[in-house]
């Protein structure tokens, strides 16, 4: 089973793999793998090296700096950043021994769901607007805060951690969220959390 970890920048994603990670469970973060297929003849480095140019590499890997000016100023060249890394991120989650429960954290996720389409078996949500505009990084995914979350329908409660909804980021695209996890209040709140949820799937109480 592969469960995707979505959600803003600034939601508590990382705090959230972190807390699932120290449980004992399979994990896998996007943001690592890129940067490890960033290295000098690597996948990501040849595919960056060939859609930007040699200036946005070095002899030794992906420069991450120069490249992150263009992609955060830019939304097309964001996207065809994307555009280039996601297939490779797809091809490794896949690659994932499937007699195992996997959780992935995939921030690229709410913007290119159909970029992985069928790979996941749920996908949970973590919200908390007030902890994004908080966020150190804010400044950086500024054009973000434009985009709307809206509850195509309404959160229905089934516990006191497990929401199940639907999600729209933008107008395009919509996003089927299994499970919603907000997180407005602290790292104990979202711990505990997290946590149950990942029990209920590890014991296939949530199918």
Same mark, same amino acid.
């Given at each position: ?19 699932? !990670? ?17 290295? @000098? ?5 040849? @595919?960056?090296?060939? @859609? ?10 992906? +420069? ?10 830019? !939304? *097309? ?21 499937? +007699? ?53 329908? !309404? ?27 907000? +997180?407005?209040?602290? !790292?104990?709140? *979202? ?10 799937? +590890? ?5």
């Amino acid at each position: 089973m592969k469960i995707c970890i979505t959600g803003q920048p600034g939601s508590g994603k990382s705090a959230a793999m972190q807390y699932i !990670k120290e449980a004992g469970y399979n994990t896998f973060i996007a943001d690592e793998y890129v940067h490890s297929i960033y290295k @000098a003849n690597k996948p990501g480095y040849l @595919a960056i090296k060939k @859609a930007f140019g040699p200036k946005y590499v070095t002899s030794k890997e992906v +420069n991450r700096k120069v490249l992150g000016s263009l992609v955060f100023n830019n !939304k *097309l060249a964001l996207k065809k950043l994307n555009k280039i890394m996601n297939p490779l991120i797809k091809s490794a989650i896949l690659k994932l021994p499937k +007699n195992k429960t996997w959780f992935i954290e995939l921030a690229t996720y709410i913007f290119y769901p159909q970029d992985f389409a069928n790979v996941f078996d749920k996908v949970l949500f973590i919200f908390s607007q007030q902890n994004f505009k908080k966020n150190s990084q804010s400044k950086k995914f500024s054009y973000l805060k434009k985009i709307p979350t809206i509850f195509v329908d !309404k959160p229905k409660k089934t516990s006191s951690s497990i929401f199940n909804i639907d999600n729209r980021i933008s107008s395009d695209p919509i996003i089927n969220v299994d499970i919603f996890v907000n +997180n407005s209040k602290n !790292k104990k709140f *979202l711990k505990n959390n997290i946590l149950k949820i990942c029990k209920k799937i +590890n014991q296939h109480i949530i199918k």
